[in-house]
């Protein structure tokens, strides 16, 4: 028998047949003569193993099989997926997605020239750290505000700026891992300054504060909020305003790392109550950094707010020119922040604050309107209660009550789930109790029309194998 891979063409002759004219006319040629180079040695490799499912023969073989594998090569690596986990803020899944006013104006300054650094009225050259100054101070309160690439940055100038060479004095319960690699002790080691730690894990004193600044070299106290956990039992901690008062009789800064960027009062969202940056600033903090993609609903963003001094001097460290936040980001960010003017426009427009503020209600609604459908196709499902989360490392343990649809699969949840995940766009969705839920919360408007259309397809998909 002779061997089969002496049956495949050459990559010109290919190239050359009728079957890959509408392919050439689709894509670049020498895009198309790479990808067909590695589809050939696919085929050689898999016939050299015996493969019998694969029919060499026929040119529309080749050309449908080098379709393919250009739209694989084409499909963009960063793409939108459909969140039904009804997590708010998943870090994994980008966190806030934007208002659509935000959404335009990072368009907007991405498709053209901008002011960033250049002041319009005098012509001559300004700075990217005015920008969302204005509204920050107004919003919060605070004397000044400068914006760097995300929080993580934002502490870092701060540590930096405040603090090298020198102590900062954190509580033992403060000394948190944020997640995908964040924790304080190495953050304020990197930032130069090494850290001071202060009482123990449930309990610290102001009176451990001032023991530990009069052993070290304290340069600053740092507090952290506890986002993503909580310490409950027998537990004990310094107030913001009693640690200010300490700092400033020691005539050193306290820093607060805030992180969650709440910028509306929590109960307007029905949630425990959550320290705003302007309480942080209220009660003496003299800088406090929060992040722009977390409750706030904006762009990834670092914002720090307080005392005008020290704000000069971060703008001053060169640190920050490696920090700096870009102008899409600043321009998203600026359209988010207006919203806040009106906290009732904020709530309805920003999508973070509208999903944290959907009743149970409403998204029992949304459920049986989709499992309608749902069964319309044949597909059945059950609505059932849910609790979604506000994620991103925020309000740990707080469960947001409403309703999901319950989805079996032709054969079982993971394949389902999977199937969900493997199609376009993917679906991320939770498996609870050997089910698919499918929590409406974060599924945003216009998201329901191909929602269902991957259902139907995951679910199909299931029967055919
Ligand atoms: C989220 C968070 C950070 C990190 O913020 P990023 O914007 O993700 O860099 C730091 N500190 C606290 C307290 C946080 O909650």
């Known amino acids: ?47 050299l193993v015996g493969d019998k499912d694969i029919d060499p023969d026929g040119l529309t073989y080749y050309a449908r099989t080098v379709l393919i594998r250009l739209g694989k090569e084409t499909m963009p690596s960063l793409r939108g997926v459909i969140n039904a986990t009804g997590v708010v803020l998943h870090t994994n899944l980008g966190r806030a997605p934007l208002a659509e006013v935000a959404a335009d104006a990072m368009a907007a300054a991405a498709r053209g020239y901008s002011n960033l650094e250049y002041d319009v009225e005098l012509g001559k050259r300004g700075s990217r750290y005015d920008h969302c100054v204005k509204l920050l101070r107004e919003l919060t309160g605070a004397e000044d505000a400068i914006v760097v690439n995300n929080n993580a940055a934002a502490l870092v100038l701060v540590l930096n700026t405040t603090a090298k060479g020198k102590g900062v004095a954190v509580s033992r319960g403060e000394l948190v891992e944020i997640g995908g690699g964040f924790r304080i002790p190495e953050i304020l080691e990197r930032a130069g300054a090494f850290l001071v730690e202060v009482g123990s894990t449930n309990r610290t004193r102001l009176s451990d504060y001032e023991d530990s600044i009069k052993k070290g070299e304290v340069a600053a106290i740092l507090k952290v909020h506890r986002s993503n956990f909580r310490i409950t039992g027998f537990t004990e901690d310094t107030t913001l305003a009693s640690l200010a008062d300490l700092a400033n009789e020691e005539g050193i800064p306290l820093l607060h790392d805030l992180g969650s960027g709440l910028f509306i009062t929590a109960d307007a969202l029905a949630l425990p109550a959550e320290p705003l940056a302007s309480d942080s600033l209220n ?33 001053q460290n060169p640190l920050c020119r490696a920090l700096r936040v870009d102008k899409v980001t600043l321009a998203g960010l600026e359209a988010t922040l207006q919203l806040y003017r009106d906290p009732g426009q904020a709530l309805e427009s920003i999508p973070t604050l509208r999903m944290l503020g959907n009743t149970a209600e409403s998204l029992g609604k949304r459920c049986e309107e989709l499992d309608a459908e749902l ?52 679906v991320i969705a939770r498996i609870v109790d050997k089910r698919v839920f499918i929590d409406l919360r974060t599924v945003l408007p216009g998201q329901e029309n191909n929602l269902v259309r991957r259902v139907r397809e995951a679910s199909n998909e299931g029967f055919d194998s």
């Open 1 to 47: 028998m002779s061997d089969p891979r002496r049956e495949i063409p050459s990559v010109d002759a290919l190239l050359a047949s009728p079957e890959f004219e509408p392919i050439l006319k689709g894509f670049p040629r020498q895009f198309v003569v790479r990808v067909t180079r590695i589809v050939i040695e696919e085929i050689r490799n898999s016939l």
């Open 283 to 315: 009660m003496g903090a003299d800088l406090v950094a929060v992040s722009g993609d977390k409750l706030l609903g904006g762009p990834q963003a670092g914002i720090i707010l307080g005392n005008s001094e020290l704000i000069n001097s971060l703008r």
């Open 375 to 426: 069964t319309g196709l044949g597909i059945g499902s059950s609505i059932v209660e849910s609790e979604g989360r506000v994620g991103g490392g925020t309000y740990p343990g707080v469960k947001l009550p409403g309703f999901a649809l319950a989805l079996d699969g032709p054969h079982g949840a993971e394949a389902l789930a999977t199937h969900l995940r493997n199609g376009d766009p993917p």
